[in-house]
C-alpha cells in the first residue's frame, strides 16, 4: 500500500509523516521540493501475540510506503509544473492533512484557521488538474481523422468523465464499463484516488471534539465519500517518542486504546478493502496484506509465485480461534482446524500454512 500525504504548507504533514516513519527531519522546511518517503509499521497486536507464542526468529509487521508530497501551491494545477501533482498520481490512496490547530508561530497561507476551505481547495486543485488533463486528451484525439477502436472508448469514456468534472465532481464517481476503465488506466485521475482526510488538531480541539468549521468538514467529507479521522499530530509525536510504558499512560490519559499510526492504519485499510493474514512457524511470523474478497491461490502469490502456480490446499486457522484456545493443539481437538481449496476467500486474521507442488 502506498500512502500520499498531501496539504497546503504547514498543515502538519510533515509531522504526520514523522509520526507514521519514525522520522526526524523536518521535511519542506528545508525548500526541497522532492517528495520524502518512508515506510510505516502498522501495529498489530495479533502478530505481537502470534510472536510471543511461536518466538520466532522473525517477526514482520505489515508496512506502508507513505510519501510526503511538497505543500500544494494553489494555482499550479493549471500549468502542470507543481511537482506534487506528479508524485501525487503514484499513491494508492491520497491522505489529505488539513489543519484546525492555532500556532501564532506558524502562520496559515490563508490567515484565518478553516479546515472545510482548506479540504475545498485541496479538492478543488485535484479537479482542475484532471480537467485539464482530460479537456486535452479530447481535443487531441477529436482532431484525429481516424480513431481506433480502442481510441474511440477511451474518448467516449473522457466524454463521460469531462461534464462530472465541470460540475466539480469526481473521476470516481462515474459510471464506467470494464473496457473504459482498462483504456483510461494509464491516466491515474487524482480524483479517482480514494481519500482520507486527517483533521489536525490541538490538544484542546482533539480532547474535546470542538474545532473550526467542523460541521461543513463533515458535510463535504460525507458528500464525498471520505472518511475523517481527527489526530493531535505534535502530542502523539511527542507521545510515540517516549519509552513503552510511558507511552500507555499518556494514551489512556488522552482516552485512547491505541496509537495514531494504528488507527490510521486502520481507516487505510478499511479506506482500501484490504485485510491480512498471517503465516507462522519457529523461523518466522509475518503479516500479509491482501485485498478484501483474494481466494487461496492468489494469496499464495503474494507469498511466492511458485505457492500459486503449484497450489494444492491451504491450511486454515482462525486467529480468534487460536487466540481463544491458546494452541494449534487445542484447535485441532475442537476441529477448527480447515482444509481449503483454491477458491477460499481469505478472511481477515486467518492464519494460513500453504501446500504447494512445483
Known sequence: MKLG?????????T????????????????GRPEARVGMATVPDPRVDWLASLYRPRRTIHAQIECLDLPGLSLGESRTGRNQFLSAARNV?????????????????????????????LLQTELLLADLDVVEKRIERLRGQKKLSKENLIELGALE??????????????????EEEKAALRGFAFLTERPVLVVVNQDEEQFRTGVYPAAEKLMAMARAHGMPVLPLCGQLELEIARLEPAERAFFLADLNLTESGIARLARAAYDLLGLISFFTV??????????????????????????????F?????????????????AKVREHGLFRLEGKEYIVQDGDIITFRFNV
Open 5 to 13: 500525504l498531501v496539504g497546503l504548507p504547514a498543515a502538519g504533514k
Open 15 to 30: 509531522t504526520i509523516f514523522n509520526l507514521l516513519t519514525g522520522a526526524e527531519d523536518e521535511g519542506f522546511a528545508t
Open 92 to 120: 494508492d490512496a491520497l491522505v489529505q492533512v488539513v489543519r484546525s490547530f492555532r500556532n501564532e508561530a506558524v502562520p496559515h497561507l490563508l490567515g484565518e484557521i478553516d479546515p472545510a476551505r482548506d479540504l475545498e
Open 160 to 177: 463521460k468523465i469531462l461534464p462530472v468534472l465541470e460540475t466539480a465532481g469526481r473521476v470516481a464517481s462515474v459510471d464506467l464499463t
Open 281 to 310: 512457524g519457529e523461523d518466522e511470523v509475518k503479516a500479509w496484506t491482501i485485498q478484501a474478497g483474494t481466494n487461496a491461490r492468489r494469496a499464495a502469490g503474494k507469498i511466492h509465485s511458485d505457492m500459486e502456480k503449484g
Open 312 to 328: 494444492i490446499r491451504a491450511e486454515v486457522v482462525s486467529y480468534q480461534d487460536l487466540a481463544r484456545l491458546g494452541s494449534m
